[in-house]
């Protein structure tokens, strides 16, 4: 299916094409109602995720979903960073991550009100659970000790949320063994994820993330599953809008910047709900290709003794290892996902 026509099927019919999601009926009034056009008549309750200045730009579900969410990246960080001051302020600024991600729902208006009847409605407060369990983990010392906790559990409960109607249906034993699998592989992730970006500091931390977004979003392309494929790119610019402020301080002042749990569970756990949405849902997926990209954490394993150096020079041969690295990877993995698809 070419990449427009999948584009306008997705928003047009709030489905997906491809995600397996079902087309549901209009909603009653909610947070997206803002976004509907408004006309000279009332407004349409048919007419979600429309803007309300109805331009073509602002009607394209690329700018939507990609360009808003990494202008919107770029500007908040920044603002976050200046504000926060030195102490709260690079820790804070990770917060413009799910900002984008969570821009990219309002704008598409696919925000539902609660309970959400569909993946991508649980999928928008699965996120937000995520980002506030990352911001007082952040915060908080307190919280500290239940951060190892939080790790096993998120996976699990998101899992289980998005894979609920087809376990009342009753799975099968491959089902059982995928579903494990995928909690364990979510588990690796968000543990790996954590440290490695905890010693190799916050650029390096977003280059990953944002190579593993762009990953997930490829696989899911390649599968017709559009609409996650997008969410999943929303991810990774709204990476790159903060690895890019990461960039520019580590030049100006030589700080690497720390990578705490707020990212982890905001950026990781937005990736990782994304991720296994598309298990769920989408039956051509390449699951060898999303385990590939479980591995991108490991990249930085053989170079250990160059995390331990806190240097302008160290910070820029590790961002560009991981750019090689973990680019490399997400590319075997699409390829792996294109291979799967027209063998």
Known sequence: MPL??????????????????????????????RFRRRGPGPAAPHDLGRPVIDTPILNDPVFRTVVAPFAVSLVLAGLLRLSGGPKSGPAMMSLSIVAGVIVAFLLTGLAEP???????????????????LGLVFEVSYLAKPAEEPALLGFPLVALIWLAWPKLMVGPGVGDVVVLSV??????????????????AGALPGGLLLCLAGGGVAGTALIADAVGLGLFAASVAVS???????????????????SFGPLPVFSGGGALLVFVYLMIVQVPRISLWALLVLVLLPFVL???????????????????????????????????????????
């Open 4 to 33: 427009a026509a999948g584009l306008n099927i997705f928003f047009r019919n709030r489905s997906g094409a491809g995600a397996g999601l079902k087309q549901r009926p209009p909603p009653a009034p909610c947070l997206s109602a």
């Open 114 to 132: 609660f309970p959400p009847k569909t993946g991508l409605g649980k999928a928008f407060y699965l996120i937000v659970a995520a980002a506030l």
């Open 182 to 199: 995928a909690w364990i592989a979510g588990i690796v992730w968000l543990a790996r994820f954590r440290a490695m970006a905890a010693k």
């Open 239 to 257: 990476a790159l809008g903060f690895a890019l402020w990461r960039l520019a301080a580590l030049m100006l002042m030589g700080s690497p910047g």
């Open 301 to 343: 394993l053989p170079f250990k003794r160059l995390l331990l150096f806190d240097t302008t020079a160290s910070g820029l041969i590790t961002a560009v290892l991981v750019s090689v690295l973990g680019g490399s990877l997400a590319a075997a993995a699409v390829g792996i996902a294109f291979l799967s698809v027209t063998s």
